[in-house]
């Protein structure tokens, strides 16, 4: 007897945080699962001839999901057993939680001493070693003055509007080719310029020194040095509990 299955996708979506502006999101989320994320499906079970046979019991066990489920991993927690076991029996994608920040790789300026990317490494490897795929996060962060993410030495460059030359544009384009080049075909993803639109626009931004054409500079230098990597935004703020604003985007 063989069993011809007709899965069923099942997708979930793990909202980490809560916030005071928007009370029972949790029912509203299984609602559009529901809506959305799933469909019917129908198995039927043939004998050896192809004749369907009725009162035979069937165990489904989901072993991977359309939807890409995955969560942050912290290199600090990397020698915790139960920490990696869990991540690997609940997960199939995986993103640095700041090991792969620009602060992090770079913490002063053309200094091959205080450049490194052991941490996330450490993480990649061992993710990839057990089959997560792995999204970068993230090549830079917009929201200056609301974050401790950007170095200082960043925020005291010269600038100016995309595309004069400035020690700012210079540094960007620096960062994207050592970062990007790095986890070539490695990265299934990278967020290039996260947080673009912050509810409270900062005075100190990638945006407000580079204008537009420096974000699409961003996007499309690092597309380059990766053409198989997907490059992605990454929004929180004015785009989740409170609405979205489709106008900004």
Known sequence: MSVRHHWLY??????????????DWKTDAND?????????AVITVVDANGDPVSGVTVDINQIRHRFAFGTCINNGKMTDTS?????LSHYEWAVCENETKWENNET?????????????????????????????HCLFWEQWG????VQQWVKDL??????????LLGEVDERIDSAVNR???KFRNWDVDNEMLPTDPCTYNFYNRLGEGGRVHMF???KLRDPNCGMLMNEFSGNSFLGYDSNSY
């Open 10 to 23: 099942l997708s979930f979506i793990a909202v980490l945080g809560w916030s005071p502006c928007y009370g």
């Open 32 to 40: 559009r699962i529901e809506q959305i994320r799933k469909r019917n």
């Open 83 to 87: 920490y990696k076991n869990f991540i």
């Open 108 to 136: 002063s300026r053309d200094n091959d001493s205080d450049t490194t990317y052991a941490n996330a490494d450490n993480i990649y490897q061992w993710s990839n070693s057990n089959g997560l795929k792995f999204r970068g």
């Open 146 to 149: 609301t974050t401790t993410h």
């Open 158 to 167: 010269p600038y100016a509007a995309y595309p004069t030359p400035s020690d």
């Open 183 to 185: 986890y070539k075909n």
């Open 220 to 222: 499309e230098r690092a």
